[in-house]
């Protein structure tokens, strides 16, 4: 951006010149003066704007990194739930279709009984 202020800056003078404006002139230096405060202004922005988008990127990242952590979280703690309700576990009567024995009578002593196996899923 420098290099693209000094070229304008150059053009600047060749203008000044054709019109036989001296260089050292009020108004010349006023010219320049005013090109340069804006270009600054110009570069001073620009910069301001690259430095807030690389922060901009670098919290994205972070949030991302934390969604990714959470949704690790939920799962591990969802496979625990499943794992601690035995619906993970190979001998588990639900997982294979099967509704739990009937009402049971603390007077009953029969053994309970999967109601699928007398339809014939066991």
């Not at 203008?15 to 405060?37: H, I, Q, W, Y």
């Not at 110009?42 to 690259?50: F, K, Y």
């Not at 919290?59 to 952590?69: D, H, Q, S, T």
Request: glycine share 6%; with cysteine; net charge neutral.
């Amino acid at each position: 951006m420098r290099r693209q202020t000094q070229g304008a800056l150059q053009n600047i003078d060749a203008v000044l010149a054709t019109t036989g404006a001296t260089d050292g002139s009020p108004s010349s230096c006023a010219v320049k003066n005013r090109f340069s405060e804006l270009s600054d202004e110009a570069r001073t922005t620009a910069t301001s704007n690259i430095r807030m988008q690389a922060q901009a990127d670098k919290n994205a990242a972070v949030l991302y990194a934390l969604r990714a952590v959470n949704a690790i979280n939920a799962a591990s703690r969802n496979a625990q739930q499943l794992d601690v309700l035995g619906l993970l576990s190979a001998g588990d009567q639900s997982s294979r279709g099967c509704s739990p024995p009937g009402p049971t009578n603390t007077t009953e002593r029969e053994p309970a009984i999967c109601q699928c196996a007398e339809a014939g899923h066991a």
